[in-house]
């Protein structure tokens, strides 16, 4: 398999691929050769291309289904890297020095030497960059020598996945091989923040708190959308997170015929009511470690309508309201 792949989809079932020195050579392998490769990451699995390949990446959006205008988190396997395709100033090396690798992607000025094709940024003047806190993913971008752009490995609109079998029932006929390293350990994407000049922004919540970014840079960070001229992160579309059942937040109980996704202790529910919980001991970073794949479980019930239980705002809270938001948005 070295010829170049065409613009159509791969029509064979994606390989698995253990996460141990032959998964990561052939991982490499296929990247290099222009395939799709979902890898794992601390935060969610990532649909992986060659991001200095056009091609490759306009597989990604065929695969995912993906309005073209989004742009690409694009992968390194260190702050080394990244310096050579994006122009760091000192709030963004301070963040890349205190995060990575980790669930911080930075957005900045692409540099005079970038390398990450035209399509995988949306044709903006910007790149997002990211080192992920995985190490066979890392070994991965060290063989391949390239940036490697990678969306959440997930259908466009569905849930993000956590898991090789998440990313095989959403893509697995769209998609040449799956990297496995098990679940993933976080569970929520990283936390987007531009560094563009001025004051950084952030653009989308995750796994990085805004408190513990903002005890780096030594000042608050500015929200998306405050600033006005901002190119708001397109994860940010209001469905972009959306289930195929509704939701119906703060929830005290479920209503007949809702399923429950409960946080903290659950109140008496009815025998026939499909039920999850995010985290019986109401922890913020166990619920979001079980976010997306309780929302799939619970999406899978038949269930029209989740009714989800009050989670606090505060820590990992914002990430997983900020998701559960959009999921209840109406579309
Ligand atoms: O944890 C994560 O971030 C996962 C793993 C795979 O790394 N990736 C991920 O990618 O969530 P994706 O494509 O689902 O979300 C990327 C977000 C999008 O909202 C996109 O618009 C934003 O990053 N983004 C990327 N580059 C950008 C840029 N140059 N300017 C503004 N937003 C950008
Ligand atoms: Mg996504």
């Given at each position: 398999?070295?010829?170049?792949?065409?613009?159509?989809?791969?029509?064979?079932?994606?390989?698995?691929?253990?996460?141990?020195?032959?998964?990561?050579?052939?991982?490499?392998?296929?990247?290099?050769?222009?395939?799709?490769?979902?890898?794992?990451?601390?935060?969610?699995?990532?649909?992986?291309?060659?991001?200095?390949?056009?091609?490759?990446?306009?597989?990604?959006?065929?695969?995912?289904?993906?309005?073209?205008?989004?742009?690409?988190?694009?992968?390194?396997?260190?702050?080394?890297?990244?310096?050579?395709?994006?122009?760091?100033?000192?709030?963004?090396?301070?963040?890349?020095?205190?995060?990575?690798?980790?669930?911080?992607?930075?957005?900045?000025?692409?540099?005079?030497?970038?390398?990450?094709?035209?399509?995988?940024?949306?044709?903006?003047?910007?790149?997002?960059?990211?080192?992920?806190?995985?190490?066979?993913?890392?070994?991965?971008?060290?063989?391949?020598?390239?940036?490697?752009?990678?969306?959440?490995?997930?259908?466009?609109?569905?849930v993000s996945?956590t898991s090789?079998?998440h990313?095989?029932?959403?893509?697995?006929?769209?998609?040449?091989?799956?990297?496995?390293?098990?679940p993933c350990?976080i569970g929520v994407?990283?936390?987007?923040?531009?560094?563009?000049?001025?004051?950084?922004?952030?653009?989308?919540?995750?796994?990085?708190?805004?408190?513990?970014?903002?005890?780096?840079?030594?000042?608050?960070?500015?929200?998306?959308?405050?600033?006005?001229?901002?190119?708001?992160?397109?994860?940010?579309?209001?469905?972009?997170y959306a289930p195929h059942a509704t939701l119906r937040l703060d929830a005290v109980a479920p209503m007949d015929g809702e399923a429950w996704l409960g946080f903290g202790p659950d109140p008496e529910l009815p025998e026939a009511c499909p039920r999850a919980n995010l985290s019986v001991r109401g922890d913020l970073i166990e619920a979001a470690a079980n976010l997306f794949a309780l929302l799939r479980l619970l999406d899978a019930s038949g269930a029209r309508r989740i009714a989800v239980a009050r989670i606090p705002q505060h820590g990992l809270g914002e990430a997983i309201l900020d998701r559960l938001g959009r999921a209840a948005?109406?579309?």
């Amino acid at each position: 398999m070295n010829e170049q792949p065409s613009t159509a989809s791969h029509a064979g079932r994606a390989a698995l691929l253990a996460a141990d020195g032959h998964g990561v050579a052939e991982a490499a392998r296929l990247l290099a050769a222009g395939w799709l490769v979902a890898l794992p990451t601390e935060t969610v699995y990532g649909l992986g291309a060659d991001a200095t390949n056009p091609v490759a990446v306009a597989r990604i959006y065929a695969a995912k289904g993906r309005p073209a205008f989004n742009p690409l988190i694009s992968h390194v396997p260190d702050t080394g890297r990244a310096r050579q395709q994006g122009l760091f100033n000192a709030p963004a090396l301070a963040l890349a020095r205190a995060f990575w690798p980790g669930p911080l992607t930075l957005v900045v000025p692409i540099a005079p030497d970038c390398t990450v094709c035209d399509l995988a940024r949306a044709g903006l003047a910007t790149v997002g960059l990211r080192v992920p806190d995985q190490a066979a993913t890392r070994a991965v971008l060290e063989q391949l020598g390239r940036p490697v752009a990678a969306p959440s490995a997930n259908r466009s609109g569905h849930v993000s996945p956590t898991s090789a079998g998440h990313v095989l029932s959403d893509l697995g006929h769209g998609i040449d091989a799956v990297l496995d390293a098990g679940p993933c350990s976080i569970g929520v994407e990283s936390t987007i923040i531009a560094c563009l000049g001025g004051s950084p922004r952030l653009l989308r919540p995750g796994g990085i708190t805004r408190a513990a970014a903002e005890a780096v840079i030594g000042r608050l960070l500015v929200d998306a959308g405050e600033t006005g001229a901002s190119p708001i992160a397109p994860g940010q579309l209001a469905s972009h997170y959306a289930p195929h059942a509704t939701l119906r937040l703060d929830a005290v109980a479920p209503m007949d015929g809702e399923a429950w996704l409960g946080f903290g202790p659950d109140p008496e529910l009815p025998e026939a009511c499909p039920r999850a919980n995010l985290s019986v001991r109401g922890d913020l970073i166990e619920a979001a470690a079980n976010l997306f794949a309780l929302l799939r479980l619970l999406d899978a019930s038949g269930a029209r309508r989740i009714a989800v239980a009050r989670i606090p705002q505060h820590g990992l809270g914002e990430a997983i309201l900020d998701r559960l938001g959009r999921a209840a948005a109406p579309r």
